[in-house]
């Protein structure tokens, strides 16, 4: 059983963090399209393909940070569990936040998972192996092609 072709939606505004995860990915064989934006408007923005994303493909994955500038990653959330055409793409949350409140908070709005993001490249790398060996091999994805 090898990675699902599906592509991944990161939703990263930190620089340092999206090349972190981008490197992270490559590290472990993840060869699946990654797009990358950066905060929750710009994500609606992609996922209902407007403006500059108007040929965007509809992501298998998506992978939040919940602290983005603007819309958060939980109004990011709330928003899309709330419409019928986007409530059963998987989040991912990678958080630097261990606190409760968030984790409930995006649990209660409809994340798939919640992880936090460890501080050392190789742990980060390890969960990010583990990450693909479940999301991308193990799991199966609703995957839906309409936009």
């Known amino acids: 059983m090898g990675p699902k072709s599906v592509d991944i939606l990161l939703i990263e505004d930190n620089p340092d963090h999206v090349e972190l995860i981008l490197k ?3 590290d472990n064989n993840v060869l699946n399209e990654v797009h990358v934006v950066s905060d929750g408007e710009e994500a ?4 209902y393909q407007r403006g500059k994303y108007m040929e965007a493909p509809r992501p298998g994955l998506i992978l939040l940070d919940i602290r983005l500038p603007g819309m958060d990653g939980i109004e990011f959330l709330r928003q899309i569990k709330a419409d ?3 409530k059963l793409l998987p ?3 990678l958080s630097t936040s261990e606190e409760k409140k968030d984790i409930m908070g995006c649990y209660g709005c409809g994340a798939n998972s919640y992880i ?3 501080v050392g490249f190789e742990e980060f790398s390890k969960v990010i192996k583990d990450l693909k060996l479940y999301w991308l091999v193990v799991n199966s994805l609703p995957i839906t092609k309409e936009p």
């Open 116 to 118: 936090v993001k460890p």
């Open 91 to 93: 989040v991912v949350v």
């Open 84 to 86: 019928p055409k986007l």
């Open 44 to 47: 609606l923005e992609f996922l």
């Open 24 to 26: 992270a990915l490559r």
